[in-house]
């Protein structure tokens, strides 16, 4: 799956896309819009906390930091206890550092904006909708052409080269 961007100049240009999407077959799950804040959007669907956030990027970045911080501080601990232990409490500090990494920078990621995002923050403020689609790789050229044919004003962003995981929308 790849996710692609549109730019739509208003809130009736972004409905009838969606539509239209819906008609393709895509489900309301592969389709995110963003708008700006108070914005109606009726029956679209609203993208989910997992894209306005940096939150699954920070809690893998936080997982990685913790992992790496509770390994060390168990190695420390072992060198200063003075023999060796078997990989259980290690592998328990480990864990737990992990955990506590990925929930501090997932809660942290949270309250900043996607930083992927960030380039259309400005449009978004002016009015215009981020339309995001999650499509599979064979079908991006057929849904940017088939949006491009009935709508000449909206603008195609770019192609997401990895789709990152997201969470339920809320």
């Given at each position: 799956?790849?996710?692609?961007?549109?730019?739509?100049?208003?809130?009736?240009?972004?409905?009838?896309?969606?539509?239209?999407?819906?008609?393709?077959?895509?489900?309301?799950?592969?389709?995110?819009?963003?708008?700006?804040?108070?914005?109606?959007?009726?029956?679209?669907?609203?993208?989910?906390?997992?894209?306005?956030?940096?939150?699954?990027?920070?809690?893998?970045?936080?997982?990685?930091?913790?992992?790496?911080?509770?390994?060390?501080?168990?190695?420390?601990?072992?060198?200063?206890?003075?023999?060796?232990?078997?990989?259980?409490?290690?592998?328990?500090?480990?864990?737990?550092?992990?955990?506590?990494?990925?929930?501090?920078?997932?809660?942290?990621?949270?309250?900043?904006?996607?930083?992927?995002?960030?380039k259309?923050?400005?449009?978004?403020?002016?009015?215009?909708?981020?339309?995001?689609?999650?499509?599979?790789?064979?079908?991006?050229?057929?849904?940017?052409?088939?949006?491009?044919?009935h709508?000449?004003?909206?603008?195609?962003?770019?192609?997401?080269?990895?789709?990152?995981?997201?969470?339920?929308?809320?």
């Amino acid at each position: 799956m790849r996710r692609i961007y549109f730019l739509s100049p208003d809130l009736a240009t972004t409905h009838k896309i969606v539509d239209e999407l819906r008609a393709e077959g895509l489900d309301d799950q592969h389709i995110h819009i963003l708008a700006k804040r108070d914005t109606p959007l009726e029956d679209m669907p609203e993208a989910g906390i997992s894209i306005k956030t940096d939150f699954l990027p920070a809690v893998e970045r936080g997982m990685a930091l913790g992992g790496t911080t509770g390994l060390l501080a168990g190695l420390i601990g072992l060198r200063l206890a003075g023999f060796a232990v078997a990989g259980g409490p290690l592998l328990g500090i480990v864990i737990a550092g992990a955990t506590i990494g990925s929930m501090m920078s997932g809660l942290m990621g949270m309250n900043s904006g996607n930083t992927r995002l960030q380039k259309f923050e400005e449009a978004i403020e002016n009015g215009e909708l981020l339309v995001l689609v999650d499509i599979p790789k064979e079908r991006i050229e057929e849904i940017k052409q088939l949006v491009k044919k009935h709508h000449p004003d909206v603008d195609f962003e770019g192609v997401e080269p990895f789709l990152p995981p997201t969470l339920p929308s809320s």
